[in-house]
């Protein structure tokens, strides 16, 4: 069972020809640690998996792992769009200590069955933790709490990230599931919500540009002081709707930036942001205090 507190996913630095940039990925790794992560997702959706050169994953891996030492669970994505390409990455993955991150295919269509053909077989191919990202905005598949009673009886299947509420919640209740299988939410917008149901474990992107601020969230939650959590929740989440008025993807990279992170953490066919937009970004880092 992984450790109740916040999860991030981190974004992942590139240079100008899609390399890692290394040390912006460390510094990055470190201050979400010093942040009292209780764990972290490496190129997960905000971290761009499907973006990241095939000869950069594994520079990407090791330098996260150098970067975590042990400090914390590091998790990594692992899903294509079919098994040998999985296998690809797991025959990296298992050369360290990490866990696995598999959302369903992305260009494919699938039914049930060839949804747990692909998530079956694809944890066949490690020893490591497996955990399920339902992610139906990028996946072509939706889980559902059955999907999940029977993927979880897979030995090596540990949990479960969702932004699904009522699976969520039906995951939090139920006595059916393994004892060591953790259920992480990742409806952002309804943290405080879950958190006063009991729903401890939470993943999100937006952590990585918010240290501080789910830092204070996150002690505010430990000292059993459900306002101010709440209410640092809360304050991230209007500075990520503000970020939306300019694009998520290039405020997100902006924000990295002016917190120290070198490199592009956005696709790179995003536009360039205008000295207004990033008057904008650097004022909402303020008003959060942030920098």
């Known amino acids: 069972m992984l450790k109740e507190g916040f999860y991030c996913a981190l974004g992942t630095p590139l240079d100008r020809d899609g390399n890692i940039v290394r040390d912006s990925l460390k510094g990055h790794i470190e201050s979400q640690i010093e942040a009292g992560a ?9 971290g761009m998996l499907g973006c990241i050169k095939t ?10 792992v150098e ?16 098994i040998s390409r999985v296998k690809d990455r797991l025959d990296i993955l298992n050369q360290y200590n990490v866990s696995v991150v598999l959302t369903a295919p992305y260009y494919f269509g699938m039914t049930q069955q060839t949804a747990m053909n692909y998530f079956k077989a694809a944890a066949s191919l490690t020893d490591h933790s497996v955990y399920l990202y339902d992610h139906p ?34 995951l939090h209740d139920t006595t059916e599931l393994k004892e060591n299988f953790t259920p992480i939410f990742s409806n952002s917008d309804l943290f405080a919500v879950g958190h006063a149901y009991g729903i401890k474990h939470i993943l ?19 000292k059993g002081d459900f306002e101010a959590g709440k209410a640092a929740l809360n304050q991230m989440m209007k500075a990520r709707d503000d970020m939306f008025v300019v694009g998520i993807w290039p405020a997100f990279s902006y924000a990295m930036n002016l917190l120290g992170f070198k490199g592009s953490f956005c696709p790179d066919y995003e536009p360039e942001l205008t000295e207004t937009e990033k008057s904008l970004i650097k004022s909402i880092l303020e008003e959060s205090k942030e920098i």
Not at 40 to 46: E, I, P, R
Not at 55 to 64: G, I, K, M, N, R
Not at 67 to 82: E, F, I, T
């Open 204 to 222: 999100d992107g937006i952590f990585a540009c918010f240290p501080r601020t789910i830092k204070a969230a996150q002690e505010a939650f430990d």
């Open 67 to 82: 970067a975590v030492h042990n400090r914390v669970p590091l998790l990594v994505g692992a899903a294509d769009n079919s």
């Open 55 to 64: 000869d950069q994953y594994q520079v990407a891996v090791e330098t996260a």
């Open 137 to 170: 905005f990028t996946a072509r598949y939706k889980l559902t709490y059955q999907d999940v009673l029977e993927l979880a009886a897979v030995g090596n299947i540990n949990g479960i990230k969702t932004g699904d509420t009522v699976l969520i919640k039906s």
């Open 38 to 46: 209780s764990g972290l997702l490496l190129m997960g959706t905000m």
